[in-house]
């Protein structure tokens, strides 16, 4: 006697199997074929393979390396712009009074002329780089108030967009809190990069995370 399921070999007699409560058979069942534990296991491994792979789509950003560059604010660029622009020219200026000194034997240090020449011609360089960097920045000054309204309005129209019951909507039951973080702040980059398609990628980064410290995350 064979059962039809499990392939099992009974005594003659014994009607019912053991394992899965199936009438045996007097027909050997294909032994090739999958058996009903088989089958089922399979099928389960189908359901989480599929599982695994719409977890792995819905997170994948979480792992994803960012390839943007980090945005500087035009107050910053300008600070720093300025801050590089005095710096050359103080360098240069003292290091020609350091060279002049050096030259009528003020200070009692000798260069030969090749040397003499080559770093004065440096401190020109710092100096001429000065200039230009304090240049750039006066034009970068002129650009700040218009990037900070630009700025105000997206933070307005993110704060209409971005509801409680959407917040809620985006969070997953089954993820951690730190996950769901994630996820809000990648819908809000979603909600930016499709309103505003033409502006710079890694500034609407910027402003989505700022947005997010600011409005969700302090109130949660």
């Known amino acids: 006697m064979w059962c039809p399921n499990c392939k099992e070999e009974y005594q003659e007699g014994i009607t019912v199997c053991t394992e899965c409560g199936a009438t045996l058979t007097r027909e050997k069942p294909d032994t090739d074929a999958?058996?009903?534990?088989?089958?089922?296991?399979?099928?389960?491994?189908?359901?989480?393979?599929?599982n695994v792979e719409e977890f792995l789509e819905t997170k994948s950003f979480l792992d994803a390396p960012d390839t943007r560059?980090?945005?500087?604010?035009?107050?910053?660029?300008?600070?720093?712009?300025?801050?590089?622009?005095?710096?050359?020219?103080?360098?240069?200026?003292?290091?020609?009074?350091?060279?002049?000194l050096t030259k009528f034997e003020v200070l009692p240090i000798r260069y030969n002329d090749v040397i003499f020449y080559i770093m004065l011609g440096v401190m020109v360089l710092f100096i001429v780089y000065g200039?230009?960097?304090?240049?750039?920045?006066?034009?970068?000054?002129?650009?700040?108030?218009?990037?900070?309204?630009?700025?105000?309005?997206?933070?307005?129209?993110?704060?209409?967009?971005?509801?409680?019951?959407?917040?809620a909507g985006w969070k997953d039951t089954e993820s951690t809190e730190e996950e769901n973080d994630l996820l809000i702040l990648q819908n809000i980059k979603e909600i930016l990069e499709?309103?505003?398609?033409?502006?710079?990628?890694?500034?609407?980064?910027?402003?989505?995370?700022?947005?997010?410290?600011?409005?969700?995350?302090?109130?949660?």
């Open 69 to 100: 560059q980090e945005y500087v604010k035009k107050a910053d660029k300008y600070r720093d712009m300025k801050l590089s622009g005095y710096t050359f020219l103080i360098f240069g200026f003292l290091g020609i009074v350091y060279l002049l």
């Open 34 to 50: 999958p058996s009903m534990e088989q089958t089922e296991a399979y099928d389960h491994y189908e359901e989480e393979e599929e």
């Open 194 to 220: 499709k309103q505003y398609a033409e502006a710079d990628e890694s500034y609407l980064d910027m402003i989505a995370e700022e947005f997010f410290e600011e409005h969700i995350l302090k109130n949660s």
């Open 131 to 167: 200039i230009v960097s304090l240049t750039r920045a006066k034009k970068i000054k002129l650009q700040i108030p218009e990037e900070e309204e630009f700025t105000a309005s997206i933070k307005d129209f993110l704060k209409e967009q971005v509801t409680k019951e959407k917040i």
